[in-house]
């Protein structure tokens, strides 16, 4: 499901004293099948903008598109159903949206509000507790027994249990220790290939942004500034040293390795251990 913004404009209360402005002229494309970061300093824009990708904000100025559906600025009214189920989004700190008495029943709340046949939803819950690596015991459990770790992929899987094609992950990590943090990155770099799937990682985390996406946009007050392959975004230290960005360390080491065999590496192939 291809994703376009086009001048796309976000004004917080406006025609207040308060007024803010938080997008200004946002043109991106986000291609079918792409894994696309957002990456950005805090107060740049990044989750005013996520919160356009499924309808959650309107837009001030310009439009979205997703897929075959167009949300232009304007009062009209829209039906947004559609959008809201092809596009997932994990919150930060998902788990804390938890609130069914059993993991099965939470995982099942998404796709039962949606008219999906109750056995069809319990198939999709199980399945997904598999595929996340969980103990089918957890099913039965309530998902406050369970731990930190196993609440956000319960909570993960609430949001696969809807079937997005798009999947919006919004800083996914956040409080997760370093081992918890490369498993969910994995498992979304997993599910990315497996089910195909659209996905766009908002994060601080420019090692995440190096090694996972195939696209990078830079934010910076409200505009997108910079978009282009981790390998170019990277190269140009300049511009990042201009937003404040830092190179990753796995782009240093392949440059440092790139320069030792003399010749370039097809693409990031490092991680942080190597
Ligand atoms: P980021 O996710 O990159 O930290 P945000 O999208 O949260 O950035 O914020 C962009 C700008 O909009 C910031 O200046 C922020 O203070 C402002 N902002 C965010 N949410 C609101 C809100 N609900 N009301 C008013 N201003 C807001």
Redesign the pocket.
């Known amino acids: 499901m291809d994703i376009t913004l086009q001048q796309l404009g976000y004004i917080?209360?406006k025609d207040t004293p308060?007024e803010?402005r938080?997008l200004v002229d946002v043109d991106l494309h986000i291609p079918s099948g792409s894994y696309f970061a957002v990456i950005?300093?805090?107060?740049?824009?990044?989750?005013?903008?996520l919160q356009h990708l499924n309808g959650l904000l309107k837009p001030s100025e310009g439009s979205i598109q997703i897929g075959k559906m167009l949300i232009p600025a304007g009062k009209k009214k829209l039906d947004l159903k559609l959008v809201r189920q092809k596009v997932g989004i994990v919150f930060q700190f998902p788990e804390h949206q938890l609130f069914e008495e059993t993991v099965l029943k939470d995982i099942m709340f998404g796709p039962m509000n949606f008219g999906v046949p109750e056995q069809v939803a319990e198939a999709r819950a199980k399945e997904l507790v598999r595929l996340l690596g969980l103990p089918e015991e957890v099913l039965q459990k309530s998902p406050f027994d369970l731990s930190g770790g196993q609440m956000r992929r319960v909570a993960i899987a609430g949001v696969l249990a809807m079937e997005p094609q798009v999947l919006v992950l919004d800083e996914p990590t956040a409080g997760l220790d370093p081992r918890g943090r490369h498993e969910i990155m994995d498992l979304f770099a997993e599910l990315h290939r497996t089910k195909n799937l659209t996905t766009i990682l908002?994060t601080h985390s420019m090692e995440d942004a190096a090694r996972y996406a195939d696209y990078i946009a830079i934010?910076h007050e409200?505009r997108c500034v910079v978009t282009g392959t981790p390998r170019e975004i990277f190269a140009d230290e300049k511009t990042l040293k201009a937003y404040r960005l830092e190179v990753p360390r796995i782009v240093r080491f392949q440059k440092q390795l790139e320069q030792r065999i003399g010749r370039e590496l097809p693409e990031l192939a490092l991680t942080e251990e190597e």
């Open positions: 917080y209360a308060f803010k938080a950005g300093h805090t107060g740049s824009g990044k989750s005013t903008l908002v934010m409200g």
